[in-house]
């Protein structure tokens, strides 16, 4: 592979694997991006412009993604892009079934009309999430590539009927679609509405930490590097029509996690009192899945990929980059980044 369309690539997973393969490959990348609240030009600041080109643009618009295929001839399309907090997707459902439904499909199509045209090596990731399965309960085996589909959130309900359209697209037509489906994701670039970077911000400025319900919904907690290093190996070795599963074998409760949290940041930064004692619990959201947890054995066994950071040791990482890049959160936090997002046009 040496050239890729990243759809979503200025958001917290794209920004990160861009970032991954210009650093580590000789690829060039080609990012589009509608920078919707979530996606930040700044995630993206000091890449080379001769390998990395941002367009501004939404993948619903049929007519500019393909004349990015057939202006760039990529040899593979990573698609991030991706409406994904579920308390949004509840207060509004319809931007999710547009962006995550219509604008996968939209993607599908072009994508197959490029492959037909004679791109034979092309390949297309689809990345979504371990939500589309829905939930465990304690003790229950993990989710493998064949657990049924039981979505219980709007978020979840889009990006399942994403995973079946894209399995559809290579099913009845041949398109060479990968789907992979991940764990909770944590680590720089995250927007601070999820829960590591929420946590964090409100304990550095002495706010309360809000958690939902009795806390005891339990994640498998991934670093975002090693999703990065996961998706790459599937682009370019994984079996077309393939699901894989990615975990990072760190399953926890989301208490724990904040209290890990409180604890990293009164080592790193004291304050004047434990910052555990921020911690209010909430009313819980509705339909709030109890635990999500992933059997990755299959990506394993299969293409040699598994997690490299333990949880304490990627924590400690994302806590020290949110330290030192305050501005980057900070601006977010303060609605000040829109400013510079919303003044960028087409390209």
């Given at each position: 592979m040496s050239k890729l369309?990243?759809?979503?690539?200025?958001?917290?997973?794209?920004?990160?694997?861009?970032?991954?393969?210009?650093a580590g490959f000789d690829h060039t990348v080609v990012n589009l991006d509608f920078?919707?609240?979530a996606g930040n030009r700044e995630s993206l600041a000091g890449l080379d412009p001769e390998r990395h080109r941002?367009?501004?643009?939404?993948?619903?618009?049929?007519?500019?993604?393909?004349?990015?295929?057939?202006e760039h001839r990529p040899d593979g399309l990573v698609h991030f892009a991706a409406e994904s907090h579920v308390d949004r997707s509840i207060d509004d459902p319809g931007a999710f079934i547009r962006t995550n439904?219509?604008?996968?499909?939209?993607l599908l199509d072009a994508a197959l009309d490029y492959w037909k045209s004679g791109a034979d090596d092309f390949r297309f990731v689809h990345?979504?999430?371990?939500?589309?399965?829905?939930?465990?309960?304690?003790?229950?085996?993990?989710?493998?590539?064949?657990?049924?589909?039981?979505?219980?959130?709007?978020y979840a309900a889009s990006k399942a009927a994403a995973d079946h359209l894209a399995r559809a697209w290579h099913r009845t037509y041949g398109l060479p679609v990968m789907i992979t489906n991940c764990s909770n994701n944590y680590g720089p670039y995250q927007f601070p509405e999820k829960l590591i970077p929420?946590?964090?911000?409100?304990?550095?400025?002495?706010e309360r930490l809000p958690v939902y319900g009795d806390g005891q919904q339990r994640r498998d907690w991934l670093f975002v590097i090693d999703h990065c290093k996961a998706i790459l190996r599937v682009l370019e070795g994984g079996e077309p029509g393939r699901v894989y599963n990615i975990g990072g074998n760190a399953e926890m409760a989301n208490l724990d996690v904040v209290h890990l949290l409180c604890d990293l940041l009164?080592?790193?930064?004291?304050?004047?009192?434990?910052r555990r004692e921020l911690i209010e619990y909430v009313t819980d959201r509705p339909g709030h899945d109890r635990r999500y947890a992933i059997n990755a054995e299959r990506i394993r066994a299969e293409l040699g990929w598994e997690p490299s950071v333990d949880f304490a040791t990627g924590l400690a990482q994302t806590v020290d980059w949110y330290l030192d890049n305050r501005d980057w959160w900070q601006r977010i936090r303060d609605g000040s980044y829109r400013s510079e997002r919303?003044?960028?046009g087409r390209t």
């Open positions: 369309l990243v759809t979503g690539g200025a958001g917290f997973i794209g920004s990160n694997f861009v970032r991954h393969v210009l920078l919707t609240y941002f367009v501004h643009g939404d993948i619903c618009d049929a007519e500019l993604v393909r004349r990015l295929l057939a439904v219509i604008g996968t499909q939209t990345v979504s999430t371990d939500e589309v399965y829905g939930t465990l309960k304690v003790g229950e085996p993990e989710f493998t590539e064949r657990h049924r589909y039981a979505p219980n959130s709007p929420l946590m964090l911000g409100n304990a550095l400025e002495g009164d080592e790193r930064v004291p304050g004047a009192r434990p919303l003044g960028i």
